[in-house]
């Protein structure tokens, strides 16, 4: 019995001895401990790192090269005048409306320079207009205004008065106008009329109006 006794206590004695020495490496070992860093070194230590990186990298560039340009000479263009051509055109002749004086044998004759309004001319109906001829005497004789006088004679009745005297005497080779007061008829239509002037018995200077009524 005694025996048995001093082996159980043989044996709690080793149990307790082998426990004593494996609890230092049961405990858990302590955290290791983490220096705290400086935010600031993260950016120092990048600026350090690019600048060292720049200044490997200018090492290994090649120098620069500074062309050094020349500049041309410049030469100065002398402009040749361009050659300007000058056309001249014949200009027409135009005929005078005034036709030149003509001459006769006879004692009485004359010649028409020009008339208003022309010949064929559109008038308004029943129109109040005046008809001019501007005739030279170029017969041999004057014509005198004390037996000298300009009238209808034929045609279309166009006329105010059928009968003129002529204002002053017309000698060889000298103007006058003659003026007739006319009145456009009430139809429309292409109306003709016909004067002259007459001295005594002498009839002489035909001269014709055609007009158009619209």
């Known amino acids: 019995m005694l025996q048995r006794n001093y082996r159980k206590f043989s044996f ?17 070992a302590s955290a290791p401990v983490i220096p705290t860093s400086d935010p600031n070194s ?25 062309p ?23 200009t027409p002749t135009v005929p005078s409306a005034t036709s030149l004086p003509e001459s006769s ?7 028409v320079l020009s008339q208003t309004p022309a010949n064929n001319a559109g008038i308004t109906r029943e129109a109040d ?6 005739v030279t005497n170029i017969g041999k004789n004057g014509w005198n205004s004390d037996n000298a006088d300009y009238r209808y004679v034929s045609g279309d009745k166009l006329h ?9 005497s ?8 003659i003026i007739v007061a006319m009145k456009a008829p009430a139809n429309p239509g292409t109306y003709t009329t016909t004067w002259k002037i ?14 158009v009524v619209n």
């Not at 263009?77 to 056309?87: A, L, R």
């Not at 105010?160 to 002053?168: P, Q």
């Not at 001295?199 to 055609?210: D, I």
């Open 105 to 111: 044998d006879a004692n009485f004759a004359c010649q």
């Open 42 to 66: 993260i950016n120092t230590s990048i600026v350090q790192t690019a600048g060292a990186a720049a200044t490997q990298t200018a090492q290994m560039l090649p120098p620069t090269f500074t």
């Open 160 to 168: 105010k008065a059928s009968i003129y005297d002529l204002e002053r």
């Open 68 to 90: 050094t340009v020349t500049p041309s000479p410049t030469s100065t263009i002398t402009e040749t005048p361009t050659p300007t051509f000058v056309f001249f055109l014949a």
């Open 170 to 177: 017309v000698p060889p080779g000298g103007n006058t106008e």
């Open 198 to 211: 007459t001295s005594g018995k002498a009839q002489f200077c035909t001269m014709n109006l055609t007009i």
């Open 129 to 134: 207009f005046e008809t001019r001829w501007q």
């Open 12 to 28: 709690l004695i080793t149990t307790a001895f082998v426990l004593a020495c494996a609890a230092p490496a049961l405990v858990p």
